[in-house]
Antibody, heavy 112, light 110 residues
């Protein structure tokens, strides 16, 4: 069974940084593209970005380009999201997503 | 405003069949697979339909997906109270080089 467990969320001031992690199990992590998707309070889903199996290709939504970086460690079955220059509009639950499963999400709140 | 267009709400009575539409363009639905997700209140989304019409194991056959041109639909037959949830469509967009979601449809079982 696919299991994805996010961690690293919390309260951060505008302009600050945060690193999210996702521990994957139950499938061959290194064989799949992985994504981050976020959901602002009371809003719909927004794709943040994704990364190829070997990390050689990455894509991001325009609103986070230059500020967020996705990476992965296939030896540790882990996915990461480094978030810099955070803004109030980045406040959301961030989900780690595989082709067949979603994590439970981790809340990121950007506020002074 | 979402790239993929869904009706904000839908409703039906138990046992009924309801459909939820998802409209896009040639750069997304027209040339890529469509996926559907179900989000029950207070929980994370769950994959309901992959690659236009494939049900992952464990998803009841009451749920079905279809695609035609630049539009897709999710059909739910034999509606149950536990189907009350938000439903989202998604597809890759070649022009944006990114994944796009519909705005979501809130399904109410009357």
């Amino acid at each position: 069974e696919v299991q994805l467990v996010e961690s690293g969320g919390g309260l951060v001031q505008p302009g600050g940084s945060l690193r999210l992690s996702c521990a994957a199990s139950g499938f061959t992590f290194s064989s799949y593209w992985m994504s981050w998707v976020r959901q602002a309070p009371g809003k719909g889903l927004e794709w943040v970005g994704n990364i190829k199996q070997d990390g050689s290709e990455k894509y991001y939504v325009d609103s986070v380009k230059g500020r967020f970086t996705i990476s992965r460690d296939n030896a540790k079955n882990s996915l990461y999201l480094q978030m810099n220059s955070l803004r109030a509009e980045d406040t959301a639950v961030y989900y780690c997503v595989s082709p067949d499963g979603w994590g439970q999400g981790t809340m990121v709140t950007v506020s002074s | 405003q979402s790239v993929l267009t869904q009706p904000p709400s839908a409703s039906g009575t138990p046992g009924q069949r309801v459909t939820i539409s998802c409209s896009g363009s040639s750069s997304n639905i027209g040339s890529n697979y469509v996926y559907w997700y179900q989000q029950l209140p207070g929980t994370a989304p769950k994959l309901l339909i992959s690659r236009n019409n494939q049900r992952p194991s464990g998803v009841p056959d009451r749920f079905s997906g279809s695609k035609s041109g630049t539009s897709a639909s999710l059909a739910i037959s034999g509606l149950r109270s536990e189907d009350e949830a938000d439903y989202y469509c998604a597809a890759w967009d070649d022009s944006l080089s990114g994944r796009v979601f519909g705005g979501g449809t809130k399904l109410t079982v009357l």
